[in-house]
């Protein structure tokens, strides 16, 4: 059974503290996105990553951090610096970068 | 950077009208690239344009890129409770190959 996967889908964390959110895929797709959705709003890019090993900051990068060891995994470390963190995180993965996404559930992040 | 900008950003409609979302690109794209997220899910990929003044249709909604393929709209006809959602646009320039999305339009729908 094929696709993305984000975990938790629900994240509670007190300010101040580094959080860490999961997204894997097993779809063999070269690119992955992190995205932030504030209520009511579009996706905003965070980082992307067009293969392993290799990621770029998006739109709004300050405050995040994320890693590409593998093909399959591309999380994401929400930090204590980043001003305000309470967002939907989304995942997405891509066959090629500019090819069609495929989005996971997504995490809701409150910082309490 | 490039911008990719939609309105309205809000539609209610009665069921049975048609509703139509416009999306438009400060850069011209190598292809525009349709989403509809549900409320409280992730966004769900609808269709894929490519070509200069293409248009394609999915039963009730149907979808153009227009000829400068800097613009596209997506119409729905007779418009029903399942159609409730955010529609995104997205797509990305020819000189990079960043994904851009559109800040969505959201349709509610009245039965």
């Known amino acids: 059974d094929g696709g993305i996967t984000q975990s938790p889908k629900y994240l509670f964390r007190k300010e101040g503290q580094n959080v860490t959110l999961s997204c894997e895929q097993n779809?063999?797709?070269?690119?992955m996105y992190w995205y932030r959705q504030d209520p009511g709003q579009g996706l905003r890019l965070i980082y992307y990553?067009?293969?392993?090993?290799?990621?770029q900051k998006g739109d709004i990068a300050e405050g995040y951090s994320v890693s590409r060891e593998k093909k399959e995994s591309f999380p994401l470390t929400v930090t204590s610096a980043q001003k305000n963190p309470t967002a939907f995180y989304l995942c997405?993965?891509?066959?090629?970068?500019?090819?069609?996404?495929?989005f996971g559930p997504g995490t809701r992040l409150t910082v309490l | 950077g490039q911008q990719v900008m939609q309105i309205p950003q809000y539609q209610h409609v009665q069921e049975g009208e048609d509703f139509t979302t416009y999306c438009n690109s400060s850069?011209?794209?190598?292809?525009i690239q349709w989403y509809k997220q549900r409320p409280g899910g992730h966004p769900v990929f609808l269709i894929q344009?490519?070509?200069?003044?293409e248009v394609k249709k999915q039963k009730r909604l149907t979808f153009q890129f227009g000829e400068a393929k800097k613009n596209s709209s997506l119409h729905i006809t007779a418009t029903q409770t399942t159609d409730v959602g955010t529609y995104f646009c997205?797509?990305?320039?020819?000189?990079?190959?960043?994904?851009?999305f559109g800040a969505g339009t959201r349709l509610t729908v009245k039965p």
């Open positions: 997405a993965s891509s066959p090629r970068q500019e090819g069609t996404q495929y």
């Open positions: 850069t011209t794209l190598s292809n």
């Open positions: 990553s067009q293969i392993v090993n290799d990621f």
């Open positions: 344009l490519v070509k200069s003044g």
């Open positions: 997205a797509g990305p320039p020819y000189n990079n190959n960043d994904m851009r």
């Open positions: 779809l063999n797709h070269d690119a």
